[in-house]
């Protein structure tokens, strides 16, 4: 029996997890080695696990791979959540990054200075609204299938669905004039191995608060 993913990360959301997500959603159990102090992570660096130094890493298929694009395109295209040709592929991406894009904006929020904060979460809002939602809501429109690509699951589903529960902890009301998003968040969330996800208890993280935020500083070495 191959031995599970093992995820190399602090424990909490940031850049690994979209992984988890997806890993989830494709029903593959996984293991998490938390990274607790900037010391854990320096013998990462120091056994030569981190090609560029840096996590999140994933120890897969006797591979241990870094750089979260990377990593999202081994998991998906190993389970059938990429598309079925090249064209799809290039649709997948296209909409994973745009997901992505939105996804850093959020990701970063915590780190702003609280005297940029609200600016910065008025710059969020304004890009939802007026760039990222609409352009997903256009494209479920154009083909009126359930799914983004192809009328089946794929990676870019996932990374979209994610980005709406962040959303939504931001500012739930900001999806209300999307319905064909509303449907895609509530058809996917409805999915077995993704409900379970969703369910507490799972290894989904929560957002990040002060003290988990300290402990990321100390780890990462922040200022």
Do not use: C
Not at 146 to 168: F, M, P, Q, T, W
Not at 182 to 199: C, D, H
Request: aromatic share 8%; proline share 5%.
């Amino acid at each position: 029996m191959a031995a599970k993913p093992k995820l190399h990360y602090f424990d909490g959301r940031g850049r690994m997890e979209s992984t988890r997500w997806l890993l989830a959603a494709a029903g593959v159990e996984f293991e998490e080695k938390f990274i607790e102090t900037a010391e854990d992570l320096d013998k990462l660096r120091n056994d030569g696990s981190l090609m560029f130094q840096q996590v999140p890493m994933v120890e897969i298929d006797g591979l241990k791979l870094v750089q979260t694009r990377a990593i999202l395109n081994y998991i998906a295209s190993k389970y059938n959540l990429y598309g079925k040709d090249i064209k799809e592929r290039a649709l997948i991406d296209m909409y994973s990054e745009g997901v992505a894009d939105l996804g850093e904006m959020i990701l970063f929020l915590p780190l702003t200075p609280p005297g940029e904060k609200e600016a910065k979460i008025a710059q969020i809002k304004e890009k939802t609204l007026n760039r990222y939602f609409p352009a997903f809501e256009k494209v479920l429109k154009s083909h009126g299938q359930d799914y983004l690509v192809g009328n089946k699951l794929s990676r870019a589903d996932i990374h979209l669905v994610e980005l709406l529960y962040s959303v939504e902890e931001l500012d739930s009301s900001l999806i209300a004039n999307f319905p064909l998003l509303k449907a895609l968040k509530a058809r996917v969330s409805s999915l077995p191995k993704v409900k379970k996800f969703l369910q507490p208890g799972s290894q989904r993280k929560p957002p990040l608060d002060g003290e988990s935020l300290e402990k990321a500083r100390k780890i990462f070495r922040l200022k």
